[in-house]
Every structure is written in C-alpha cells, then in structure tokens.
C-alpha cells in the first residue's frame, strides 16, 4: 500500500484517539454531537499529516494546532483548551511509552515511543488503543475519587491547575530521557539476564508512584474546604442560592449552540418581582430579601434538573426551559403561578408574591443572537407589566 495512503490511515487513527482522549478528560457540558466529533476529528487531523514528526519544533506546532482547534470549534475557555491539551500531551507520552515497552516485551522490538504510528504496523496501533482505554479509565477513576472535576474558567484554581500543568510536563520529560537512552545503550545491555522484565516493571512501578504522587497534590489542594466556597461564591448568587448572571449568561450560550447544533428548541422566560421597591419600602430591605428567596425557592422547585434558573440582576431573573415548547412552558408557569397564589392565600408573610413575565422561543437556525432574545423576552415582560399595572391601578412611580 502506498506510504501516503498508509499515513493518512493511521493518522486519522490517531485523531480518533485523541479525541477519544479528549472528551474523557473535558467536563460533559463541552461534548458535542456525532457530525460535530466527526468534523473535529478531520480538523485534528490535518495538522496531524503535517506535524506528527520528529523534532521539537513540530510537537510544538501540532499542539498549539490542537488547542485553536478545541478553543475555536467547541467554544472552550483559552484556558480550559490549553490545560486540556498539556493533560492529552501527557496522557498520550505515558501511553505511547508503555506501549513501547509492551512491544518490547512481547515482540522483542525497540520503537521510538513517540511515534507508534508512524510504524504503520495496525498490530502496535491496536495495542496501544488498548492500552489507551486503560490509562484514560484510570484517570476518570481518579477523578472520580477526587470528585475535582471543576469549571476552570468560573473557579479559576490557578495554583493546582499551574503544579499539575509542571508535574506532567516533568512527567513527560523523564519518561523521554529514559526511553530515549535505551537505543544508545541497546547494544551493550542487551545481554543482561531480565533485561525485559527489569525495564517493564520498573516502568510499572514509576508510574504508579507518578499517579500518587499527584493524588496526594490534588487531596492537599482541593480538598480544602476555602476553595469549594471559592468555587460556590463564583458559580452562585449569594441570596438565592441559584446561578448568578456570569455563570447563567454562559449556559445561555452554549445552550442557545446546543439548540443549532442537535436541531432542537427552547424557551427564554424573562420574569420581574413585581412591588418589590413597595416591600422594601413599607416593611423593610429583609422583607425585600425574602420575597425574592422564596420567589426563587417556588420557582426552582417546580424546575426539572436541565432547565436553567439565574439572577439577571436585582428582580429580574432568567429561566431556561430546555427543548420546550412555548405551549408546554406556558403550562410549566401555570404551576409556579399556583404556588404563588397559595404561598399568598397562606398569608405567613405581609406581602403576596407577583411577578411579570415574557416569553420567547428559540428553535435551531434562528438567526436571534443571545442580546436580541433576551431583549424581546424583557419587552414582552414590559408589556406585561404594563398590564398588570393597569390592573391594580398602581402608577409607574409605585411599582417597579
């Protein structure tokens, strides 16, 4: 077969692998659908052709490919890319190193640990996948022991992310002054007794102190108790206990890309406390604070898991129902409204729960960016208001 023929195979191999590797290291929220893997798939190899070579300068290159690729396609916070492509770097140099050291074992054949495929041999390819599986489900193990899997961009843990960042790239630097010294030295230790088992078991036994090693960094740093509420503080408003607007602004955006990209749909409710300033005028800014704890407590409890909830600002909040029709939210808000009216009929507290609201839909292949639908949804909660001011009689100046 044709050597360039056999070289895009085998790296289009490769880039499945990556990719592989890349969705078990990335949060589940930044996984994309089967057309979006396929494209990223060809998009990772490209580079792949030109840049799997040898010398420094083309790892170099390949990589800092990679993390535009993810930074740009999948939408991913620079820092997130970055971190995710320093961690498959590492995770790849491991599985080709213990890759080489299998074939060494069995088949009795040295290979530069760097470049299996290059070998075009589908037999050391197929070992190296397995291989592969079995590093990638230890790390997720690890992971899930920790129970560290953070959003980087909203807790921003620079200091553990800077130590793991040097671990695995000393790491990765001892792994290659080791395996790369064995070919110069081939020749005069080749007859030691053992030679094999010394070198596989040696390997086994430096990455086992590698991985606990770096547990034992993760358990000192994250397992601390300042930086979960460091993480809370960022994710969270204080108040109502729901996502505040950095954080609710972000899901709006990738769930508004989620909608084009699975053809799906959803509904963008735009609500307003209604008298809120009346309440903290008559009765006091603590009597403000719990209208709008036990507004949000009602609406998020009547809220599914995937549906999203976030302060906008003040008394104006955001909710996201997800692949919702607007009929269906429509019936969804008939039952927070009737857990206001008997909230209010209880009469616990000295004022009523009201607010005003508008709604929007949003299908696949609308061309409605994140401003225009939010800004529809709060004039069509103006004209709502509007309305119930008409109601009560109330004028601009009494109710906000």
């Known amino acids: 077969m044709n050597d360039i023929v056999l070289r895009i195979i085998f790296v289009i191999l490769e880039s499945a692998l990556y990719l592989f590797c890349l ?19 060809i998009l990772i190899a490209i580079p792949g052709y030109f840049f799997l070579k040898d010398g420094f300068f083309f790892v170099v290159l390949y990589n800092v490919s990679i993390i535009f690729i993810i930074r740009f396609y999948m939408d991913l916070p620079s820092h997130t890319a970055s971190m995710s492509v320093v961690i498959l770097y ?3 140099m491991i599985v080709s190193l213990m890759t080489s050291i299998s074939i060494l074992f069995v088949f009795n054949e040295i290979l530069d640990f ?17 291989i592969m599986f079995i590093v990638v489900t230890l790390y997720k193990r690890l992971q899930i022991l920790l129970n560290k899997k953070v959003d980087v961009e909203n807790a921003n843990p620079n200091l553990p992310l800077l130590i793991n960042a040097i671990y695995y790239i000393s790491l990765v630097f001892a792994s290659c002054c080791i395996i790369s010294y064995f070919p110069v030295v081939y020749s005069q230790i080749i007859r030691i007794n053992y030679l094999k088992e010394i070198i596989f078991v040696s390997i086994i036994l430096f990455y086992l102190i590698s991985f606990l090693i770096l547990y034992f960094i993760n358990t000192s740093i994250f397992g601390r108790r300042s930086f979960k509420k460091i993480k809370y503080k960022s994710e969270y408003d204080p108040l109502t206990e729901i996502y505040n607007r950095a954080t609710g602004m972000q899901m709006l955006k990738r769930k508004m890309k989620f909608v084009n990209q699975n053809r799906g749909m959803m509904t963008l409710c735009f609500i ?63 039952r927070i409204e009737n857990k206001f009216r008997d909230f209010n009929l209880l009469k616990k507290e000295k004022f009523d729960i009201s607010v005003s609201n508008g709604f929007v839909e949003y299908n696949y292949g609308a061309k409605t960016t994140m401003k225009d639908l939010i800004e529809k949804a709060d004039e069509k909660m103006y004209h709502n208001k509007k309305e119930y001011k008409k109601l009560k009689g109330y004028s601009n100046e009494n109710v906000n």
């Open 272 to 334: 307003d406390i209604n008298n809120l300033k009346l309440v903290n005028d008559r009765y006091g800014h603590a009597a403000g604070d719990r209208l709008i704890k036990k507004f949000a407590s009602l609406v998020k409890s009547t809220l599914r898991d995937k549906d999203i909830f976030f302060r906008y600002g003040g008394d104006e909040f955001i909710i996201i129902f997800d692949s919702c029709s607007l009929q269906a939210t429509i019936n969804v808000w008939n």
């Open 90 to 92: 590492a995770l790849n």
């Open 114 to 130: 760097r470049y299996i495929i290059p070998n075009n041999n589908f037999l050391y390819f197929i070992v190296k996948v397995f």
């Open 23 to 41: 969705h078990a290291v990335l949060p589940k929220k930044y996984r994309i659908d089967i057309k979006g893997n396929v494209i990223l798939s």
